[in-house]
């Protein structure tokens, strides 16, 4: 306790040290920096996880999670096989071929419960996409 009084008697010490506005400039600087690296720019998206799962002969179950930064009207699906931003209404409606989620050369069909669709290459393969909400 003696020192603690000692110290507040001091002219010359202080208990928080002084810091120049230069010093304070650039931290205020870096912080913001940081917050706005960390926001998506409206009506992108980028994938957040990609899982895949080869544990089965000629099957490939893929997962992944999107984070999506939408327009009013929009929300995150998927075009050219890549997550996107697309029309509410296609998701309200299960229209999913609307989106245009298959590549250029594969055509898109429904799957019967509207749960998902399908991408068929020229060669025959077929990629199956059902979708997974989460509650």
């Known amino acids: 306790m003696a020192s603690v009084s000692r110290l507040a008697r001091r002219k010359d010490a202080s208990r928080w040290p002084r810091m ?11 912080a913001l920096l940081v917050l706005y690296c960390g926001q ?5 998206c ?7 799962d080869s544990s089965q002969p000629r099957r ?8 999506c930064a939408c327009k009013k009207g929009q929300i995150a699906g998927t075009t050219r096989a890549r997550p996107a931003c697309v029309d509410a209404g296609i998701v309200r ?17 429904l ?8 991408c068929t290459q020229p060669g025959g393969r077929v990629k199956t996409t059902t979708l997974f909400a989460y509650s």
Not at 40 to 44: D, R, S, V
Not at 111 to 118: C, D, I, P, R, Y
């Open 20 to 30: 120049s506005s230069t010093f304070w400039a650039v931290v205020l600087l870096t």
């Open 40 to 44: 998506l720019a409206a009506g992108t």
């Open 46 to 52: 980028e994938i957040v996880t990609l899982d895949r």
């Open 60 to 67: 490939t179950i893929a997962r992944q999670t999107a984070r």
């Open 93 to 109: 409606k299960k229209q999913w071929c609307e989106m245009v989620p298959c590549l250029e050369d594969e055509g898109c069909d």
């Open 111 to 118: 799957l019967v419960n509207k749960s998902g669709w399908t």
